[in-house]
DNA sequence: TTGTAGGCGTTATCAT
DNA sequence: ATGATAACGCCTACAA
């Protein structure tokens, strides 16, 4: 309808289409003086590139994909959600791409959604937040030869290219703060066996235990999923059945820890005087409870924004995919512990 | 590359490539025998529609946009932002379309983010979440016809489809139900004056009040930003002047709740014996903290649901922009009050 | 019911 | 330095 042209601008700079696209993409050598008169043609007629013509000749689009990887109720209500998109978006913005999410209902149909944008070419990479042990997407997209990056961690990482916060490193290190305060009998809470957070922080817990020369004990080890419904029954049967046996425990996600504090206050344990506890993730919340949380700082927007910069490099620069990007995590200690 | 498109399809299937766009669209009237064939080559030759393409002839993108209308960092630590983009999401979802994030470092280079992309096709239309009293996005909105749908309210709403919670409303009944509770001076915290939602909490709040024949008094009204830090420094004041004067505060954020809450407890009030304190938003947190926040639960996802719904009628069946949806708000009585 | 041809807005190649 | 022309992948009259 009123969409201007470049046929438009060329016509009323009297000029031919091909000058316009060449003043708009600035490259080609171009008389000062035409391009000043396209110039005024393109203010004078309201003229806009049309996106979608310029990725259909440039057989790509200036979009990156976003997947979260889990069902959205539970992504969503994760602390990193707002930040990885921010980091990405930081990077995408500067570079003159835009951020699609896939978010849908489930998992499969997030997986789905996301594999049928990479091929009916609405975006030109993805970004994935790996979660799963055995993630199908992964596979599926090394097969198909898409560009993404990995936030996180997949059980095979060969030439793949992803981003991470060592986990097991600072999970170890967060043990390692236990130990250091005289701790000596640390439960640990954590996620689902099938997520690879889980599994590394689990790892990460049990290597400073055995440094440390402590057992590594099955019976202190507790899994729920992330939410606090779940974090609560797991931490009401943990502190039940190991009693004041334990005088620590470290919960690998912030809302797990939430709900332990949650019970042992209401067991009558003080924290962290009866019952040391940490977390992990630094959620908004970790600093505002009563006591406030100690945890693990996780670079979650640097993340992002390191994530989105590699896949650019994969797609615009033809990058091959492979590299890894270790983020340092931080210990946040405060009152909790 | 290795992009199959639809003249390979037809060259496989043994008819022309019309044909084949016609099973894809499968409107026109196709023999079920053809229909048949063309999609066991589609699935043999592993074809997939560009979308790029199609949204260049149908003139129009298959993604929505969405503009936070605030610094990112801002709106991501607002509780507000992933349940907005889940509802819009499970709409877009549906009727297969996009969405596309536009986050930008601040504000006025989002909204000329928001903008571009719609003048350059990438989105078919916008989705605002208004919070500032005089927003210059809207009105350039409005002046270029663009399709768009508030979530929230501007000063001027004629034309404008929109979709929102009744704040005012939400803020009278939740003044009256500290007036029920016999509390009888109540502080109100709220947020900028520039923003809509502050303005219409604070009309509640003072609705209330009067209808009550209780003094609406300047002296009691704080302000503040919506950040902890902000608020807690706020909460201080308010506390440190009006003293013991008072037995109830409203804040019109969560997050401001919770730093009155912890200042109260810091000056040695019990809540909500001393103080009553009330919230609004049921961020996650409110339900955590100790005691308990009473809030006002907004149904955040169904406006989400609701503005995408509204914006594809627009979109996609040419429907006149105009509609408001008000969806009802619900306190929830916790501890605090 | 099916095929042919032209065009959506842009860029790239080849002339001039 | 600039212009004509042919794509990019798809859709839609119009024709057969």
New binding site residues.
């Given amino acids: 309808m009123d969409?201007v042209?470049?046929?438009d601008v060329?016509k009323y700079a009297?000029?031919?289409?091909?000058?316009?696209?060449?003043v708009?993409?600035d490259n080609?050598?171009?008389?000062a003086?035409?391009?000043q008169l396209v110039r005024e043609a393109m203010n004078k007629l309201g003229?806009?590139?049309?996106e979608?013509?310029?990725s259909?000749?440039?057989?790509k689009s200036r979009s990156l994909g976003l997947v979260l990887s889990r069902p959205a109720d539970r992504a969503m209500a994760n602390p990193f959600f707002p930040d990885i998109i921010r980091g990405i978006a930081s990077e995408t913005q500067a570079q003159q791409f835009q951020l699609v999410l896939t978010a849908a209902e489930n998992y499969d149909s997030e997986r789905n959604e996301a594999l049928r944008l990479l091929q009916n070419g609405s975006i030109a990479g993805l970004i994935v937040m790996a979660a799963r042990v055995d993630d199908d997407l992964i596979r599926r997209l090394v097969e198909s030869d898409y560009p993404f990056v990995l936030v996180g961690r997949s059980p095979n990482n060969d030439g793949i290219s992803r981003v991470d916060n060592d986990n097991i490193r600072a999970a170890r290190r967060m043990t390692e703060l236990f130990i250091d305060r005289r701790y000596e009998r640390i439960a640990l809470l954590t996620g689902p066996e099938n997520y690879v957070v889980s599994r590394d922080r689990e790892q990460g817990y049990r290597q400073a235990l055995e440094k440390a020369g402590l057992e590594y004990e099955e019976d202190l080890v507790y899994r729920s999923d992330f939410t606090y419904d779940s974090g609560r029954r797991a931490a009401d049967r943990l502190l039940a059945e190991t009693g004041e046996s334990i005088d620590g425990v470290f919960a690998v996600d912030d809302i797990l820890a939430m709900a332990v504090m949650r019970s042992a206050r209401d067991r009558g344990f003080s924290i962290p005087g009866d019952i040391g506890v940490a977390g992990f993730n630094d959620a908004p919340l970790a600093s505002l409870v009563e006591p406030a949380l100690t945890t693990v700082e996780i670079p979650i927007v640097d993340m992002g924004r390191k994530a989105a910069e590699m896949l650019l490099e994969i797609i615009e620069e033809g990058a091959e995919p492979g590299d890894e990007h270790i983020l340092p995590a931080e210990i946040r200690i405060r009152d909790s512990l």
Same sequence: chains 1, 2.
């Fill in positions: 969409q042209t470049i046929k060329a009297d000029v031919s289409p091909s000058t316009v696209s060449r708009i993409n080609s050598c171009i008389s003086e035409t391009r003229y806009h590139p049309n979608i013509a310029r259909l000749v440039n057989q």
